[in-house]
């Protein structure tokens, strides 16, 4: 078993908890490989149907715990991202079934990153996110200078990145960055709610619809026309299509199995 992150599955949801709350669940090395192992479990485990990603304690996650590296000659960030960080963000991404980021506090560095990466993220109303690279004189990685402009505009993403001003949660649902903020004592049952919905719908469904999107970030529209076309097959064929049209017509709840 993991011991930086805990591990809850029911009704077809995997919450996973960050757990090192003693540094606001701030990455170290075990960490990234626990997460990523369980990530790429997740993505190949049919009785997972959606994934919630929360922190322990008062924080999300704050990013890489620097104490870690403290002493480290031979450290190159580069390695660091391409065999820790970017296969993470990667599996998120990529993995065809819901992903939501379950904001509780404070999401920094690379830790914000990490709930930009999600397909969907509810706030606690004590959330914050901070893009806090250039505090110390870095670039936004981890996905951040790819996601966080398609998420709130190029203008916003520059002042964002170039100020290191945290965005609390109100400003984070204006701008877009969040979909939903609640009372933070509310977060959970909002966050486990969702996810036990997205579950019980039509995974294979949304996992096509993942690809879709994702494609559609760099193609022109005759190529997401044709993109659109070529999944819609796949889905039309699919059991919970068939599933999905015969509930409507018995005038019935849909009995969803993602596949």
Known sequence: MPDTILLDQREGVLT?????????????EQMLRELHDTLRHAARDATVRCVVLIGAGRGFCSGQDLRSRAGTTAFSFRESLREGYNPIITQMRTMEKPVIAAVNGVAAGAGCS???A???RIASDRASFIEVFARVGLVPDSGSTYLLPRLVGLGKAFEIAYTAEPVDAAEALRLGLVNRVVQHDDLMPHATALAQKLAAGPTRGYGLTKR??????????????????YLQEIAGRSTDHREGVTAFLEKRQANFRGQ
């Open 118 to 120: 999600a397909d969907m």
């Open 114 to 116: 990490l709930a930009l």
């Open 212 to 229: 879709a999107i994702n494609y559609g970030l760099h193609a022109t529209l005759d190529q997401a026309l044709e993109y659109e076309a």
């Open 16 to 28: 996973i908890t960050l757990n090192r709350p003693d540094v606001l669940n701030a990455f170290n």
